[in-house]
């Protein structure tokens, strides 16, 4: 029999929700037995957009695509610090384009069985539903989709697995 799941892809956006998920992935890559990869994809159709529109000037943008640059570095390491404290390495990924994009083509490329989402906005719209990178994911994805809900719950499991000896997350991305 094939083992389902050996190679786990979790999407974070900085989001409380993406968090989440990764909290569940690395409880789900450590019951399994499985590689874990967090990927953070600047999103740099959505900072050419803006300037288009003239939201944005054009030294705007580069100040913005910066912040957003930290923001990835910052939400890796925090997942990677996550999954030592439970004794999973965390492959991060960071990477720019249009997410849901970037997102399927790491998942053919690299063979991933399992995509894990935070949970999905409240869709208010049409418009929102078509701009909806989640939702857009969940559609194109080559591979099954977990999307984590119910962040207390999460919170509450990802805090009732033991801690490992910590080991210093190491910056790969």
Excluded at 14 to 28: F, K, N, T
Excluded at 128 to 134: G, Y
Aim: aromatic share 6%; proline share 3%.
């Amino acid at each position: 029999m094939i083992d389902p799941f050996k190679k786990m892809l979790v999407y974070l956006d900085g989001s409380e929700d993406s968090v989440s998920a990764a909290m569940a992935a690395i409880a789900l890559a450590k019951r399994l037995d499985a590689t874990l990869t967090a990927i953070y994809v600047v999103n740099t159709r959505a900072l050419k957009d803006l300037v288009k529109a003239r939201i944005f000037l054009d030294s705007e943008e580069l100040e913005y695509r910066r912040d957003i640059e930290g923001d990835a570095k910052r939400y890796l390491r925090h997942v990677q610090e996550l999954g030592a404290q439970k004794g999973v390495e965390v492959i991060p990924v960071k990477t720019s384009g249009t997410v849901h994009t970037e997102v399927r083509n790491y998942l053919q490329e690299n063979h991933i069985d399992l995509l894990v989402l935070g949970g999905i906005s409240e869709i208010h719209s049409r418009r929102d539903e078509l701009l909806s990178e989640t939702d857009r994911m969940m559609r194109t994805a080559p591979c099954p989709v977990l999307v984590v809900r119910d962040n207390d719950a999460i919170w509450e499991m990802f805090e009732t697995l033991p801690n490992v000896k910590p080991e210093a997350a190491h910056d790969t991305y």
